[in-house]
């Protein structure tokens, strides 16, 4: 029974191994959040993951990380609503290239949580998201 599961472990990371020599693991291009820089596009974007898979905006992708700011290290927690609001300002502030239908396309924007904030997070992010999926093919930024 033992021999039987090893050989099913040694077997699957074979396969994981292969896969990723080949490029059919995706993880080669997964970004941590906090390294996420303004312009960055990802495919199937998740804003709550701890990571994302970053791609040349020119492939089709589903977000694009279009403005970016960081609050000093120094500041004390200015309390949710504060957060949330600066970063609505940084959205609403962002100059952007929009396809001539841009309706299925929505401003999101991240800010850290009170937990984050004692951990040293202090930015906030404002995404371009399409509702449709991966159909955007080119960057939102002039």
């Not at 089709?60 to 279009?66: E, G, K, N």
């Not at 502030?93 to 401003?107: A, E, I």
């Not at 991240?110 to 992010?125: A, L």
Request: glycine share 10%.
């Amino acid at each position: 029974m033992l021999a039987a599961v090893v050989g099913l472990v040694i077997v699957g990371l074979g396969i994981w191994g292969i896969s990723a020599l080949v490029g059919g693991g995706s993880a080669q291009n997964d970004v941590k959040a906090a390294s996420y820089t303004k312009g960055n596009c990802f495919a199937d974007f998740n804003p709550t993951a701890d990571s994302n898979r970053r791609v040349d905006c020119s492939e089709p992708h589903s977000a694009q990380l279009v403005d970016q700011t960081t609050a000093a290290a120094e500041d004390a927690y200015p309390g949710r609503d504060a957060l949330e609001g600066r970063a609505k300002d940084l959205c609403d502030k962002v100059s952007l290239k929009l396809p001539s239908d841009s309706s299925k396309l929505k401003k999101r924007y991240t800010y850290p949580t009170q937990e984050g904030w004692g951990s040293g997070d202090r930015r906030i992010d404002c995404y371009v998201e399409s509702t449709d999926g991966n159909t955007l093919t080119a960057s939102l930024l002039p």
